[in-house]
């Protein structure tokens, strides 16, 4: 009995420290379980988005024909666009028509990709033949035209707002509006959109033929997209 009331504050004091030890290493111990949780969830996360990409991106096989350098069956995946296709085959002919070809359409397997020559579809018009035949998978459909004009609806409307020219819908008329932008500009312009798919950012304006960094500085406050 004289030990204990001799060291009776030493005892209180180490049992104390024990306790705090141990109440610290629990909470650690729950911290720790509850950022390995989280780390798992995040993991599972990422897999299952990879997963999902792969599923997305399957290769498939299209068949180019027509106004292209090098027709032919081609390997692409199935995120590629019918633009990349045409590339693939060694990109447009001078006599190529893309009016009736949906450029931005995602490819599918066993899809037969048709490009007209600007004569065959002047002769389709006069005729009044069907502009997109069934056998081409790449024509423009009533779908694809009613998605179009919706689009082409709220780009207006966003012009009328910001004031600015839309370098995807604007014709070689509007575009001569910008500083800088002659006819030549402006049909250079037009022709890039159409032969590959509409402008993602203004900073794309800088891919077209005779559109430089000077230029660009010009009118990137009056462009939209």
């Known amino acids: 009995m004289s030990f204990l009331k001799k060291h009776k504050t030493k005892i209180f004091v180490l049992i104390f420290i024990c306790f705090a030890f141990y109440s610290v290493s629990s909470v650690v111990t729950i911290e720790d379980e509850k950022e390995m949780a989280s780390n798992e969830t995040v993991t599972k996360k990422e897999e299952t988005k990879k997963t999902t990409e792969k599923i997305k991106e399957e290769k498939v096989i299209v068949d180019v024909k027509g106004e292209v350098t090098t027709p032919g069956v081609y390997e692409l995946l199935s995120t590629n666009t019918v633009m990349d296709a045409i590339n693939m085959a060694g990109g447009l002919t001078k006599q190529s028509d893309t009016s009736n070809i949906n450029l931005s359409k995602k490819l599918s397997d066993e899809m037969v990709i048709i490009v007209y020559s600007s004569s065959e579809i002047k002769e389709m018009k006069e005729a009044e033949e069907v502009i997109c035949p069934p056998c081409n998978n790449a ?25 600015k020219i839309n370098i995807n819908t604007a014709t070689t008329e509007e575009l001569q509006a910008l500083s800088g932008i002659g006819e030549t500009k402006a049909q250079a312009i037009v022709d890039y959109r159409t032969q590959n798919g509409k402008f993602e950012t203004i900073e794309d304006l800088k891919n077209v033929s005779g559109i430089g960094d000077s230029t660009f500085e010009k009118i990137k406050e009056n462009i939209t997209v």
Request: with cysteine.
């Open 139 to 163: 024509c423009i459909t009533e779908e694809d035209k009613t998605a179009e004009l919706k689009d082409e609806e709220i780009e207006t409307e966003s012009t009328q707002t910001t004031g």
